[in-house]
Nanobody, 121 residues
């Protein structure tokens, strides 16, 4: 129905920056929210940033002031600009979307396959 594909992950040094992208495609009627989660080895998946269709954003305390979530509605793409990266930011980053699918009466949740971000000196 809906596919999410992340890109932009990689290896960076502490203090560096990365920009993640997540493109949504398929039978989309409306995207209600798009989020970025991350999962470090041995840790629970956590919400990093959220963007609601009305424009509201939210961030985990650990990334406030360093990460910025944004969206290109025409392209159904959400971005995560990550600055001042630290070792603790190393994780697999997952795109998540709450979507109203065409001809369906309720929203559904979709996940991308994830992209690896490694911060190392």
């Amino acid at each position: 129905q809906v596919e999410l594909v992340e890109s932009g992950g990689g290896l960076v040094q502490p203090g560096g920056s990365l920009r993640l992208s997540c493109a949504a495609s398929g039978s989309i009627f409306r995207i209600n929210a798009m989020d970025w989660y991350r999962e470090a080895p041995g840790k629970q998946r956590e919400l990093v940033a959220r963007l609601i269709s009305g424009g509201s954003t939210g961030y985990a305390d650990s990334v406030k002031g360093r990460f910025t979530i944004s969206r290109d509605n025409a392209k159904n793409t959400v971005y995560l600009q990550m600055n001042g990266l630290e070792h603790e930011d190393t994780a697999i980053y997952y795109c998540h979307a709450n979507v109203n699918v065409q001809q369906m009466g309720r929203p559904y949740e979709f996940w991308g396959p994830g992209t690896q971000v490694t911060v190392s000196s």
